[in-house]
């Protein structure tokens, strides 16, 4: 008997495979959360910084900036 699947069965199996490696399977790279808590938590973490904070962070950024400016 061959162990090796054959590609229909392949084919039949890979909707189930994806729907694991993208929602259930932990990434290393992804802080050990799957594809599909990455994108939740980070649109999360989007919404936040665009109430408002966002052009905090630019004003603190661009002040800075200036203030590292060397004297002659």
Known sequence: M???PDA???IEQLPT??????EVHPHK?????SPREYITQTRKA???F???QQRQLCMERRHFSVSRRRIP
Request: proline share 0%; charged share 15%.
């Open 2 to 4: 061959n162990s090796t």
């Open 8 to 10: 229909r069965i392949v």
């Open 17 to 22: 495979w994806l729907t694991h490696y993208n």
């Open 29 to 33: 790279a992804l802080g050990y959360r």
């Open 46 to 48: 989007v919404r936040h």
């Open 50 to 52: 665009r109430g408002g």
